[in-house]
């Protein structure tokens, strides 16, 4: 979902996973340089999945991050609020200790960490809440969804659009301050709220009620809060922007 806006904010080459498996270092080896600038956004994304399958998880999110960043010139690792614990009650900023509280977490955490071992030249961009339209995304499941829906109100964060957060990921990669960056939309809501934004901008009639999260067990607890700050003065858009723009794009 975020690699297709970045290769068209970039204007750059994109590898699909079938083009390119960053698990294989010789592949990488070869695909990719010392010249090259690299945003690498191939992760195992499935929240819940990787509680069962944290090793092929951690295959991806940290082996294939290590292989991408000592082929790369100059990396960027597109990584997530969940390194956080979520008990934070105002957002967490890029020096705040981390403490991911699920198996994709840790991943990502060692994710960032095996990407700033190989790589000096590197960038850890932490995002929250993607939508977008290269991918599945809870917009498109909401809009899916009536004539009424529950949706939790106790999960708090920043939802973000995959182009607005691309365009800050391009301009980040061009530059020389290396090292973490919180980029995430401005703002923030539960999910409840960001879905009755959803259904008002639609034009939906749904009706949305709001329910708490443990009436839905999942496999992988999600972070309470996991809004993200900035201490480098990163700003985007607001997240009812970027819905809006998204709503614009979408097909
Ligand atoms: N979605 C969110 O809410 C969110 C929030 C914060 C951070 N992030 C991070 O943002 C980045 C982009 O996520 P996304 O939301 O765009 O998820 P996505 O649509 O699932 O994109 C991940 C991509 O990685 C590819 N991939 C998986 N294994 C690979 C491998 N071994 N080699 C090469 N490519 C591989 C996937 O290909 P297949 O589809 O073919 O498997 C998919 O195209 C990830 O680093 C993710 O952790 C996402």
Known sequence: MLGQ?????????????????????????????????????????????????????LRINRDGARNVAEAAGTVLYVSSDYVFDGTKRSPYLESDP???????????????????????????ARSSWLFGPGGKNFVETMLGLGPEVRVVDDQVGSPTFTGHLAEALVELARGEQFGIHHVAASGSCSW???????????????????????????????PAYSVLGSERAHRLP??????DAYLGVRV
């Not at 934004?197 to 496999?219: H, L, N, W, Y």
Request: glycine residues 8%; negative net charge; aromatic residues 8%.
């Open 98 to 124: 981390v403490g991911p509280r699920s198996a994709y977490g840790r991943t990502k955490l060692e994710g960032e960490r095996a990407t700033a071992a190989a790589n000096p030249r590197h960038f850890v």
């Open 5 to 57: 806006d970045v290769v068209r904010a970039a204007n750059a080459v994109g590898y699909a996973r079938a083009q390119l498996d960053v698990t294989d270092r010789a592949a990488v080896g070869e695909a990719i340089g010392p010249d090259d600038v690299v945003i690498n956004c191939a992760a195992w994304t499935d929240v819940d999945g990787a509680e069962e399958h944290e090793d092929e998880a």
């Open 238 to 243: 607001t997240w009812q922007e970027g819905l």
């Open 192 to 222: 409840f709220e960001f879905a009755r934004e959803i259904f008002a901008r639609a034009g939906s009639d749904t009706r949305v009620e709001p329910c708490a999260t443990e009436e839905f067990p999942r496999p992988a607890p999600r």
